[in-house]
């Protein structure tokens, strides 16, 4: 016997010796029972999955029971599929598909649901039918988290980001483009009237060009027209010339619908935007911005909304969804909306320089407002740069008795005239003008300002100098100081939070209202989701 062959004996015979004392246990997938008694005990006692359980369970829903018919099969129950579409976004899960598949797989779920199993036409059936009322869903919790604790719906630290619609962003229609094209139209149907040979046509053309048509006059002017021909085909013309001219009429009538349609268009368009310089044709509400990610770092606008928030120890207390891109004129309507949810206005506001305007400052001190919300040139004011400068207004002494400003060189600037401008949102701001005399020789001219000919004018708002006065004073106090130095780590780590670790960077949906349901099931989520950490943490 070779020596090889008895090596492959000895280790054959060790392995059925070891193989004869292994021992596994059985291995039946099939059995009847696979789960335990207990769905959840394997799910921790900690785990945020019982939280979202409890805060659900402790809702009142009886503003969502009222949106089903007490007739036909019996739905599924709101409270568990509250639940679930919350702890789905909690878990980053946003597909109706996926919430279904994960009731399916997940022990989570499966206990949450109750072994409920709805599918993802019904889970987006329920999103839609309480999209009205998820709002006040998210204004409960709030109100659950200033009970226990967490905040105190004193202040809000606001800001405001960018998030990109659902549209395509080559389905944009601009303001500009419509009126124009619009003019032209209106051209095109006055040109049409007049060659239509027809009495009842010529008596509704608008002899005054400034006169614009609508589509109800064109439908009036089109129904006539059709009448006119339709007896004309009656009476069988005997000529050629009967017949091309009829041939004509049609063909004239036939296009006069075409270019009604489109003024109809056109004018749904406009009415769409409103104040707006741009619209998606998929997403009518959504307006086209610059949005922060921009891949190709060409500034390519995109359609989107402008999702504004408000935070207090990192919790979202209040949203609101804006068409327009700046933050400046968001300040009043989300401030009030604050007081719709709780019934007053926050005590205390905390916003960056996009927010400092004379409009908004004079908002918050009639509603008992603290305004800790910095304007343009606040950082720069306290440099030394900056109040050595004679060209700065706010570097000018300004005798209030006599209203008039010094000048670098101790001339006095008279006031000359007062203008009044009106911002995007009606308010309107008084600006004071003012004027040197005698300019000419100066050795302070060339440094003073930048005209070569005539004397030096400046514009200001005491209105808005009072108000940043104020608001200096309010951040450089201890509090102040405290609250600039928490302002950057509370709407700016919920914005990091939501859009990296959550992915939530895109909207869904179309349409405003189905847009702000999605949020508000998703700061729903994230609440809860904070709540849990806190509690985990101080455990």
């Known amino acids: 016997m070779s020596k090889s062959f008895s090596n492959f004996v000895t280790i054959n015979l060790l392995n059925k010796n070891m193989s ?25 006692p900690d785990d945020p999955v019982r939280l979202v359980n409890a805060v ?55 206990w949450l649901a109750g072994y409920d199993q709805p599918d993802h036409k019904t889970i987006n059936n329920f999103r839609n039918r309480v999209k009205d009322e998820i709002d006040n869903v998210f204004t409960q919790l709030v ?20 998030i990109e619609s659902k549209a395509n962003k080559y389905t944009f229609v601009w303001k500009k483009t419509v009126v124009k094209n619009r003019a032209k139209l209106q051209q095109k149907i006055r040109a049409l009237l007049s060659q239509i040979d027809d009495a009842i046509a010529q008596e509704n053309t608008a002899q005054d060009e400034s006169v614009e048509f609508t589509p109800a006059q064109l439908t009036e002017i089109c129904e006539e027209l059709r009448g ?38 056109y004018d749904s368009r406009l009415g769409q935007m409103g104040e707006r310089n741009s619209m998606s044709k998929t997403d009518p509400d959504a307006t086209f911005m610059r949005m922060k990610e921009d891949a190709m770092n060409n500034g390519q606008t995109k359609p989107g909304y402008n999702l504004q928030i408000a935070t207090e120890n990192q919790f979202l207390v209040d949203f609101g969804l804006f ?14 909306s604050f007081q719709r949810r709780y019934g007053r206005f926050p005590y205390e506001g905390v916003a960056d320089s996009g927010y400092g305007s004379e409009e908004n400052y004079r908002f918050m001190e009639e509603n008992g407002i603290q305004a800790y919300v910095k304007y343009n040139y606040f950082h720069m004011e306290q440099k030394r740069s900056f109040k050595q400068d004679p060209r700065r207004v ?43 005399q005698h300019c000419q020789g100066c050795p302070m001219k060339a440094k003073c300002y930048k005209k070569k000919r005539g004397n030096r004018e400046i514009e200001v708002s005491h209105r808005l100098i009072a108000y940043k006065q104020r608001a200096r004073e309010n951040l450089t106090s201890d509090k102040g100081l405290e609250h600039r130095s928490k302002r950057p780590i509370e709407p700016e780590a919920v914005f990091g939070q939501m859009k990296n670790n959550m992915h939530y960077k895109r909207f869904r949906h179309f349409g405003k209202d189905k847009v702000t349901m999605d949020f508000a099931f998703f700061a729903i989520a994230f609440n809860i989701k904070k709540m849990a950490a806190k509690i985990a943490k101080s455990a």
């Open 143 to 162: 109100l659950i988290l200033a009970e226990r604790g967490f905040i105190t719906l004193e202040v809000e630290y606001i800001d405001g980001t960018k």
């Open 394 to 436: 706010e570097n000018l002494h300004y005798n209030a008795e006599g209203d008039y400003f010094v000048c670098p060189m101790g001339q006095h600037m008279r006031r000359v005239g007062t203008r009044h401008d009106k911002t995007e949102s009606g308010y309107v701001i008084e600006q004071a003008a003012y004027r040197a």
């Open 228 to 265: 006119s021909i339709e007896r004309a085909s009656a009476e069988s013309a005997k000529d050629k010339e009967d017949k091309a001219r009829l041939r004509e009429l049609k063909r004239q009538a036939k296009e006069l619908e075409k270019q009604r349609d489109k003024l109809d268009e």
């Open 56 to 110: 659900v369970d402790s809702l009142d829903m009886e503003r969502i029971y009222s949106l089903y018919y007490d007739r036909g099969a019996s739905p599924y129950h709101p409270r568990m599929m509250l639940k679930v579409i919350i702890y789905s976004y909690m878990n980053n899960i946003y597909s109706c598909r996926k919430m279904e598949n994960a009731l399916k797989r997940d022990v989570h779920f499966i």
């Open 323 to 336: 068409p327009n891109p700046s933050d400046t004129l968001t300040m009043p309507l989300f401030l009030t």
């Open 20 to 44: 004869a004392k292994l021992h596994f246990r059985e291995h039946i997938n099939n059995q009847l029972v696979l789960f335990p008694e207990r769905i959840d005990k394997d799910i921790a």
